[in-house]
Structure formats: C-alpha cells, structure tokens
C-alpha cells in the first residue's frame, strides 16, 4: 500500500439499485479510501421518501446503506432525499454536500458519480462551482430505446468531466468512439475485497434451502436482458440434469418465470430473490454461470473466483481480461447450445472443473487485490487536483433542510 501525499477529501455520489456491482464498488472503494486517511463521504440519491428520515432508520429501509454502514465505518454517509423530477433541488444539495462532506474538509477536493442520474444531473453542476469531478463508468446495458437515449445523454456528459475511469479496456475504446477525449480516460479494472470468508458448501445451501444431492447452477445478478438469464434457461432447457439456483431481483423475473414454465424447466428453477451476503454463498453452487450479453468487470465474478467455484462465463465485456480458459470456460453470449455443453462438461469431468477453480482464485489474490486499486484511484484524483485552475471555491448553502448534522440527511425540498 501507497502513503498518500497528503488526505484528500472525496464525496461519491450514486443513485443506488437494491443491490448490484456499482453499489459494491462504490462500498469498497470507500472503504479502502477511508482507511488510507482520506476524508470520504457518500451521498446516495434517494427517490420517493416522503419526508426527512434519520439515518439509522435508512440502514434499516435501503440496503445499500445498511451494507456501505457496515463495510465502512468510517465514512460520511449523507443521504439526499428527493421526489419526483426535482433536478434542480438535488444538484442544488449535491453542491452544498460538496463544500462540507460530513464536517471533514471545508470543501471536497474531488466529486466522484457513478452511475446515469449523477453523470448527467449533479456531476456537471459540481464542476461549474468549481469542483474537479470523476466517474466510474460500471458498464451500458443497452435495451429500449429509453434506455439508449439516457446512455447517449450521459455518454456526451462524459466529454466534460475531468476524468472518466473505465472498468475494461473494451470500455475505454468505446468511450473514444463517443468522442471522450483519451487523455481524460483511466482504465482501471475493479479489485476484489472479500466480505468475509466464504461458507462451506452445506452452510451455503442450508441458508439457501437447497438440496444436498443435486447439481447447482449458481446465476447472480440483476434481472434485466442484459445479463442473459433467458440465455441459460434455454441451455438449461436443452440439459435437464441440472437446477438453477437464481440470487437476484428485476424487471424480467415475471416474464423469464412464464418462459421457463413454456419449456417444461420451472420446477428446475429456484428463484430466491435478493439475498443478503450473497457474495458468501457462492460455495452452494456447483458451477457459476455469468450469462451476460454486456459486461465490464463483473464483481459477481470475483465472487465465484474467491469461493472456489468451478466458473461458466460469456466472453464479453471485460470478462476474458479476468479470466482466460486456464481459469474458467468462456462462451460466446447468446449461444445457449455452447453455454449447455459447458455445463454437461463441468459436472462430467469435475477435476478439471476444479483445477480451473484453484486458478481462478489464485488469479483474483494475484491480480485483483483491493489496494493497488485504491492506489490507482489516488493518481486518478491527485492529477486533476493538482491541475485544478485553484482550490475549489465554496458554494452558497444548498436549496433545502438539512437534518440535523448527527443524521446526516439531506431533504431538498
């Protein structure tokens, strides 16, 4: 680990989903950030509340503050409540936020967003009060035409920004096909820092009321066309000597429900929603499958790598830069015929399986450990602090209440 050169003070900035690598980044970024020193302060965008609430009855109501409360002890968690389209209150609040990030610094010296919202609502009204600002860009998913508008919206966002870090190298070319210039862009995979210790195979499937016999598939992650889960059911479909264990929630579920009851497979299928410490699960499965159509550097993968489990994954995306055929079968994404193949091979020749496990997860200690990935961060932010035009200048108060400073919750009216 790197000494930092002096405490830099940083507020991150999301609109967090109920759980999804973005928000694990963001946790363990924090986290390691904290840890060195600097003065770190999160600012979840938070819609449809109804009023002011505290922060301890947050941790109990979103859970990505109950996880970031209990990962990071020490960092500044500074909720800000918004309904409806109020745009201009919420920039309004992520500014003021900015020049006094949980009483730590009388300014932030670096803004970070992640994720579409931030990028395109707050981020750029930060840097016109003369903060530097980063992103993280986690990955595209593509889908209807709403979807690829707001992802046109916040690619064109990013041409402003003072750094863009992307997660694959994939990522950064598509970045300069958008017109971001290549000076601003870091390609900075995703590192992996472990929960905790993974449960044996029998504590995993107790907790998951899974069958000691059977052959698991494990398959984690958002429930959206984009991560194919429609591509392993068909496999599975073709293959029938499997169950398919399913941690996560979204918008398809009812529609891939109705799909595997059409194929005959839906007593095959296990959907058991979100899962609290999932990441410590993995060992239930027999094989993980990453079925994705769209990927940047998946944390689901270095979940499977960590717990020893034999992987199945498509090669796009960042994937193949994770792991190559040494470490885990790659498939090309909507091919369900190969994906059903690489099934009946890992449950046929387990050996194999497993010693591609043993290097995987020998890889993930190698390559991916959380604090080089902390250092990296550090020379993203120290560059464009030291080519800031002047110490950012405090903003007025921001447009709504503040809750007391020991709650630490924003409500812009």
Do not use: C
């Not at 020193?37 to 109501?61: E, F, Q």
């Not at 389209?85 to 009388?106: C, D, K, N, V």
């Not at 959206?224 to 073709?238: C, F, H, Q």
Request: hydrophobic share 45%.
């Amino acid at each position: 680990m790197r000494e930092p050169s002096r405490a830099l003070s940083i507020l991150h900035v999301l609109a967090p989903a109920p759980v999804g690598g973005l928000e694990r980044v963001v946790q363990a970024l924090a986290a390691g950030q904290a840890r060195r020193g600097h003065a770190v302060a999160v600012a979840p965008i938070l819609t449809g509340h109804d009023g002011p609430s505290r922060l301890s009855d947050l941790i109990d109501r979103v859970p990505f503050i109950a996880a970031l409360s209990a990962a990071a002890p020490g960092v500044a968690i500074l909720p800000v409540l918004v309904g409806g389209r109020g745009y201009r209150q919420e920039r309004a609040a992520i500014a003021g936020l900015a020049a006094h990030p949980g009483g730590a610094r009388p300014a932030a010296d670096v803004v970070h967003t992640h994720g579409y919202r931030p990028d395109v609502v707050d981020a750029l009204h930060a840097r016109a009060r003369g903060y530097p600002i980063v992103t993280t860009v986690h990955g595209f998913t593509g889908g209807g035409w709403r979807n690829r508008l707001y992802e046109r919206l916040q690619r064109r966002a990013f041409r402003r920004f003072d750094a863009v870090v992307a997660v694959s190298a994939p990522m950064v070319e598509d970045l300069v096909r958008n017109g971001v210039a290549r000076s601003r862009i870091h390609l900075v995979p995703n590192a992996y820092a472990a929960p905790g210790p993974p449960l044996a195979r029998d504590a995993a499937r107790a907790a998951l009321g899974l069958s000691p016999d059977e052959f698991v598939i494990g398959w984690v992650g958002r429930i959206s066309a984009e991560k194919g889960l429609d591509v392993l059911l068909d496999a599975l479909a073709r293959d029938r000597r499997s169950a398919v264990a399913v941690l996560g929630v979204g918008r398809e579920r009812t529609a891939l429900e109705a799909r595997a009851q059409r194929a005959g497979i839906a007593a095959m299928v296990r959907w058991l929603g979100l899962v609290p410490d999932a990441g410590r699960l993995f060992r239930a499965f027999d094989v993980f499958v990453l079925s994705s159509r769209t990927e940047g550097t998946p944390i689901a993968l270095f979940e499977a790598m960590d717990a020893n489990v034999p992987i199945i994954a498509t090669a796009v995306g960042g994937v193949p830069a994770v792991v190559s055929p040494a470490e885990a079968v790659l498939v090309p994404s909507e091919d369900p015929a190969a994906l059903a193949a690489a099934i009946r091979g890992v449950r046929d020749d387990p050996t194999s399986a497993g010693r591609r496990a043993a290097a995987a997860r020998e890889r993930l200690r190698a390559v991916y450990g959380p604090e080089r990935w902390v250092d990296r961060y550090d020379d993203v932010y120290r560059a464009i602090v030291r080519d800031a035009p002047g110490d950012a200048a405090a903003p007025p108060a921001p447009g709504g209440d503040v809750v007391s400073p020991d709650e630490r919750t924003m409500n812009p009216r």
